[in-house]
């Protein structure tokens, strides 16, 4: 570990025998893996790796070489990034590839692996890492609470929840959300209004949305079609929409004396 003032790592033995030992033909790289209920949000997951990164500066670095031993120093280069797994893992770490970042992050359907180069750490402390990010990645998807909980015993709103998460993690180019608020009390309503505002913030895609709950249709939409009977009657902004003579009759309501 680095001295407070210090800008560098000093390697203890094992790491000065793995870095001097890792060849092409030889990896000093293991792996951990877990299997999650549902399909990997891949948002969701890299969200989590750029969040519990800077809790464990020890993996946050790159190798050096210096006069006589190898030497870590902190990486402050783009990444690490996730990426699809691969049917060779556990690859020997290349010094100058993916930008130095000796810690790999990996995704597959319901699998997330890590692959860590050993001069960085032994297996107890890289669990200890993975554990975090798992624990991260389940707070990312808003399920953290209920990880020991089967799919079908979660509540309601929270079932909706997952749908959502699994649609998202096949990296859609639209989400098409059929009313999804259909069932839920007020407060899940409000909490899922918050989701999609988040999915939209953080995703590059499109949603189409169908709901009869119109508060929620306002909040969210850019552009609103709206049916009756089979038949469009109405298209614009929300504020269009919202006065709207028809639209109102049909879905908002007048008073008496109108």
């Given at each position: 570990?680095a001295?407070?003032?210090?800008?560098?790592?000093?390697?203890?033995?094992?790491?000065?025998?793995?870095?001097?030992?890792?060849?092409?033909?030889?990896?000093?790289?293991?792996r951990?893996?877990?299997?999650m209920?549902?399909e990997?949000?891949?948002?969701?997951?890299?969200?989590?790796?750029?969040?519990?990164?800077?809790?464990?500066?020890?993996?946050?670095?790159?190798?050096?070489?210096?006069?006589?031993?190898?030497?870590?120093?902190?990486?402050?280069?783009?990444?690490?990034?996730?990426?699809?797994?691969?049917?060779d893992?556990?690859?020997?770490?290349?010094?100058?590839?993916?930008?130095?970042?000796?810690?790999?992050?990996y995704?597959?359907?319901?699998?997330?692996?890590?692959?860590?180069?050993?001069?960085?750490?032994?297996?107890?402390?890289?669990?200890?890492?993975?554990?975090?990010?798992?624990?991260e990645?389940?707070?990312?998807?808003?399920?953290?609470?209920?990880?020991?909980?089967?799919?079908?015993?979660?509540?309601?709103?929270?079932?909706?929840?997952?749908?959502?998460?699994?649609?998202?993690?096949?990296?859609?180019?639209?989400?098409?959300?059929?009313?999804?608020?259909?069932?839920?009390?007020?407060?899940?309503?409000?909490?899922?209004?918050?989701?999609?505002l988040?999915?939209?913030?953080?995703?590059?895609?499109?949603?189409?949305?169908?709901?009869?709950?119109?508060?929620?249709?306002?909040?969210?939409?850019?552009?609103?079609?709206?049916?009756?009977y089979?038949?469009?009657?109405?298209?614009?902004?929300?504020?269009?929409?919202?006065?709207?003579?028809?639209?109102?009759?049909?879905?908002?309501?007048e008073?008496?004396?109108?």
């Amino acid at each position: 570990m680095a001295r407070p003032d210090s800008k560098w790592y000093k390697l203890d033995s094992a790491g000065i025998l793995y870095s001097a030992l890792q060849k092409e033909e030889y990896s000093a790289i293991y792996r951990f893996s877990a299997r999650m209920e549902g399909e990997v949000d891949p948002a969701a997951l890299q969200r989590a790796i750029d969040r519990c990164m800077p809790r464990f500066p020890s993996f946050a670095v790159r190798i050096r070489k210096g006069l006589f031993w190898y030497y870590l120093e902190p990486n402050h280069a783009p990444g690490p990034f996730l990426k699809e797994d691969v049917s060779d893992p556990c690859q020997p770490v290349r010094f100058r590839e993916d930008n130095g970042w000796l810690v790999r992050f990996y995704y597959y359907r319901e699998r997330i692996s890590v692959e860590v180069f050993h001069a960085l750490s032994d297996g107890g402390g890289a669990i200890v890492f993975f554990r975090t990010l798992l624990a991260e990645y389940l707070r990312q998807t808003g399920l953290y609470e209920h990880r020991y909980s089967l799919a079908k015993s979660l509540p309601y709103g929270l079932q909706r929840r997952l749908e959502i998460a699994r649609a998202l993690a096949t990296e859609p180019r639209m989400l098409l959300l059929d009313e999804p608020a259909a069932g839920m009390n007020p407060q899940e309503t409000n909490e899922l209004k918050e989701l999609v505002l988040q999915i939209r913030a953080d995703r590059d895609l499109s949603i189409l949305l169908i709901e009869h709950d119109m508060g929620m249709v306002m909040s969210l939409s850019d552009r609103i079609y709206v049916m009756e009977y089979g038949s469009r009657i109405a298209a614009g902004t929300p504020a269009e929409v919202r006065s709207n003579p028809r639209v109102i009759q049909a879905y908002l309501g007048e008073s008496e004396d109108a």
